[in-house]
């Protein structure tokens, strides 16, 4: 399924903005890191295009238009997501001891774990440099202070989300329950703040705001159930991680969670065991592969992604959207759940 085209409406001046608040950052070999990480360079300085699909500040511009508001307005609020977004994924590289992301190394794989450390901890601060500066923009200074305090707030869960995950991998009774409420805000928090951020930059009613970001929790959790999913069985030339990626760093995503879950009592303790390993090899990912088909697991996954898709589309019909604004959130939630990378 290609993405719709509405994904790519904003690209220019959310990548314009981005740079131009990184221009001025200093010493260089910080510059150097965070232009690295966004996509712009590669590791030596020269030119790259690894910009990823920025869904985040996107959302957050789509709905600002589709509740009438002016997408400039809402530019630096965007960025601001962006950024809050990557200090996140700096940092979870980190922790998670992952050196690849999308098929290049990770900032802590090149400059060690101190610097990117650093480099996280600067995505954040320029993120807050970026929301405070909505007013330049256009954005009254109410807007602004819900905006900024809603974002922070966003960003509070997201961390409570990533130390559960954490918490997660010494466990193999992870129940569904616990593991959506660890989704809700490891990567539902930022999906609600995108919506009702844009909402806050259209000027919408309380009830407006509430509504989108509900439709965005609800969609985060798809999002991350679709993700988890192409972990296990998605395709290399589209991932960027070979099939079964996720089973060998012994994450636990939602058909691991599953499987642990529903598979007989035999099984369970052979996953046990090679959960608790070190390094998983190939016979144990078929394995447990073999164990997944058995249960299901990728039909769950998409039933369960399905659900929260739905759940999100009831929220959007309730938040007052334009004819052409609530098309393209529709056509943004289904490309999603569709999507193969």
């Known amino acids: 399924m ?32 965070l232009c690295y990480h966004l996509g712009w360079e590669e590791a030596d300085g020269s030119t790259a295009d690894h910009t990823g699909k920025r869904l985040r500040p996107t959302l957050c511009l789509l709905a600002c238009e589709a509740l009438g508001g002016e997408a400039s307005h809402a530019l630096p609020i965007a960025a601001a997501l962006e950024l809050v977004h990557n200090f996140s994924l700096v940092h979870d590289d ?122 965005g929790r609800a969609l985060g959790i798809a999002f991350q159930a679709r993700d988890d999913a192409l972990g296990v069985w998605g395709d290399e030339s589209r991932t960027g ?38 390094d998983v090899g190939e016979r144990d990912v078929d394995w447990v592969l073999g164990v997944m088909d058995s249960l299901d697991a990728q039909a769950y996954c998409s039933d369960l992604a399905g659900r929260y898709r739905d759940s999100a589309l009831r929220e959007l019909a309730s938040a007052g959207l334009s004819a052409t604004g609530g098309r393209e959130l529709r056509e943004t939630a289904d490309f999603l759940l569709a999507r193969d990378y």
């Open 2 to 33: 290609q993405p719709p085209a509405a994904l790519s409406r904003y690209r220019e001046p959310l990548e314009l903005h981005l740079r131009a608040l990184l221009d001025t950052q200093q010493p260089p070999a910080l510059r150097r890191m």
């Open 94 to 215: 980190v922790q998670d001891r992952d050196r690849k992301r999308h098929g290049r190394d990770t900032v802590w794989a090149l400059w060690g774990e101190s610097q990117a450390i650093n480099a996280g901890d600067a995505l954040l601060a320029i993120s807050h440099r970026a929301i405070a500066s909505a007013a330049e923009a256009g954005l009254p200074t109410a807007a602004v202070v819900l905006a900024t305090g809603l974002l922070a707030e966003r960003t509070l869960e997201m961390v409570e989300g990533q130390v559960m995950d954490l918490g997660f991998e010494s466990r193999t009774d992870v129940s569904e329950d616990e593991y959506l409420a660890m989704v809700s805000r490891k990567t539902g928090a930022l999906f609600d703040a995108s919506l009702a951020l844009g909402a806050i930059a259209a000027g919408a009613s309380s009830p407006s705001i509430e509504s989108l970001g509900r439709c």
């Open 241 to 278: 991680k070979a099939a079964g990626a996720d089973i060998r760093r012994r994450k636990k995503s939602l058909p691991v969670i599953l499987t642990f879950a529903r598979a007989d009592a035999g099984h369970r303790g052979q996953l046990a065991r090679i959960y608790s390993q070190e």
